[in-house]
């Protein structure tokens, strides 16, 4: 899992395309084999001949997987998961019993739910601040108690940026792990350890793998040690290590990412400017739109790569929202993120009760499809459902 040394100087674009210009051994194959293999022989002197034993402990195919993001994010070991949600449970679960941990209260409905869950049965202690806001993330910090903050930037599904330097800094001062969750601005634009977390979390669901058919979650850490070591004990023994076949569809996958998100910030950022001026559209939220508060700490943390996630408030009532979602003949009414394909939802709906979101949000993943086209979609369905 270590950077192969010979692709350092390349840019990342480049390392992405050719999977870090992988070629098969044996027979010269420049795409990867799957090993779907669940057990292996050992040698003739009876110690395993590689360092694989069983699938739960990992395999090539994955381990090539997470080369790649290991590669992308600057880390120092990346362990993929079955899903985000797997990975980001790992995290909480190596935690010590009672660890004192501070996360924002708006943020990703799954991995809120599981903070929530733990703080009611006492596993942890979990102070909640506004989001984005890094006053009231210093004021909760228990110098020499607090273990861990989570930061997810930009957040669900409004979009605020925190700086993660910043947070950073608060965390390390606190002697408290930093871990963050920039899902909707994948490596190699946004680099979080580069900004100094610990812990870099993705969803490899969304844009590392970019096409809807995978399931996957990424831990990438700027540093081993007892706690990398608890999550992968954790992860053999939960058997949620990333499958091989949707490790191999991730590395496919990821051999566009430079390409896709190039192509849907440049949409993203496109449709967001026109939407600003659209009659039923009350708000805009995208941090790729210079009135964004969060804009300048985004473009420097993502080298101005502000990916394909934006969130409109429309005008009316929960009811409009809903039907603009409906009439959409273009973008998929579908949840997820990250895809080639346009995804549009009502996110109260999704989320569903006990979640602070506008009720007239919707949010929208904008694929790689013609912004035209998309644009399009989009003005009939507001101007529909306005009627
Ligand atoms: C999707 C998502 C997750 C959860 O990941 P899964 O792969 O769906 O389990 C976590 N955080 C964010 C920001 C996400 O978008």
Known sequence: MTQDRRNAPLSPATRLAQALHHIE????????????SATYARGADYAPRQSYIYRRDGNETTELAETIINDIEGA?????????????????????????VVAPGVMYHGVLHQLRKHHASGRLTVDFHPVGDLDAMRSLMRPGVTALVWVETPSNPD??????AAAAEIAHAAGAKLITDCTATPPPYCRALDHGADISFHSATKYLNGHSDVTAGSLATREAGEMWDEIASIRT??????????????????????????????????????????PQVEKVLYPGLAEHPGHDIARRQCEGFFGGMLSIITKGTEQTAIDTARHCRLFYPATSLGGVESLIEHRKTVSGPGFDVHPNLLRLSIGIESPMDLMVDLDAALMRAAQ
């Open 237 to 278: 023994l939960h058997g949620t290590v990333l499958h091989s076949f949707d490790a191999w569809l991730l590395i496919r996958g990821m051999r566009t990412l430079a390409l896709r998100v190039e192509r849907q910030t440049t949409s993203a950022s496109r449709i967001a400017q026109q939407l600003l001026s659209h």
């Open 159 to 164: 979009w605020t940026v925190t700086d993660i």
């Open 25 to 36: 051994e044996q027979t010269g194959a420049v795409t990867p084999a799957i090993q779907l």
């Open 76 to 100: 120092a070991s990346t362990m993929l998961f079955a899903s985000g949600m797997s990975a980001a449970n790992a995290v909480l679960e190596a935690l010590p019993m009672g660890a004192h």
